[in-house]
């Protein structure tokens, strides 16, 4: 069947690689091209047809030797680690190489003659030469495809951790509306509609890789709403100091921390976010339930909180700072991002 994404696929393929061809042997003749117009400029010689035929002849075996270097011995020996048969080949060929030029010399049309070291040291000379040009080459293109391979892999682990927490989310957030349908069927009715504006705003989130300070603030603004419906009786207290507008960040990254605290706390929260000039604070604390819980908030810290190091990992990697521990009946959570 016909499928014209495919064939235009197929086309844009064969298109860069004939391009890439053509670059390449642009490249070559341009680099060959050179050391012609080299050759008769310095020191100056004659222009005739018999010292350019004579030039052509032996640079037919300069340009033999190397693309057997180019395209047989690197491939298949020095890519292949077997470093010995490579240099020994190698010296075989440029010895190979220089008999040949002296072979050519000794025919009528030639009327260029070398010594026979000095074959061997052009030869070299060429061989060595092009031989790193290639191995820059071939190292700078396997350098930006690893380059490439990782970016790709990052996105993909991001894409990965950023896709859980909604599941996450959700799954607690189910277990507190069913809890409170238990007690109060009005208040689980309120926090179900609280929820699917926060699904809402987390669905056009999680489509970016980031998003605005101001609007991760309002998504825990809207989820601590959520939480005092369940916990009437709770003190909670939310700083804000700073202008969000301008600070972006990856989305959903402090929305779990926030669960965290309502998860293992009871009747105080604090949560401050803080953008100051050279750094970014986020501070959650809550008294602990229990000493039980005590002992599970200090020793766990659960797949979302996990989960949110290894996004600042990838993200930010060594600038930042990041501490969750219990602080006498408390526990606080702390998070640096240096700006600098």
Known sequence: MYNPVLMNTRQQTTNAFTGERIRRFLIHAAFWLFFTVLFFVSPPKPFTFSLLISWLSILTVVMLVVYLNFYLLIPNLYFQKKYLFYFVSLALLIVGGAFLIKAISLLDFVILRMPFTDNLKNLFFFVVMSGAFKLYRDHGRKKRMLDTLEKHNLQMELSFLKSQVNPHFLFNTLNNIYAAN?????????????????????????????????????????YIGLEKLRTLDSQVEFIKEGDFKNFMMPPLLLLPLVENAFKYGKNRFRFRVALQENMFLFEAENVMQSAKKNSMQAKRTGIGIENVKKRLDLVFRDNYSFDASPVGDSFKVSLKIDLT
Do not use: C, G, P
């Open 182 to 222: 238990l007690e109060n069927s009005n208040t689980a009715n309120d926090m179900l509609l609280k929820l699917a504006d926060i699904l809402r705003f987390q669905l056009e989130a999680a489509k970016k890789d980031f998003v605005a300070l101001e609007e991760e603030a309002t998504l825990i603004e809207h």
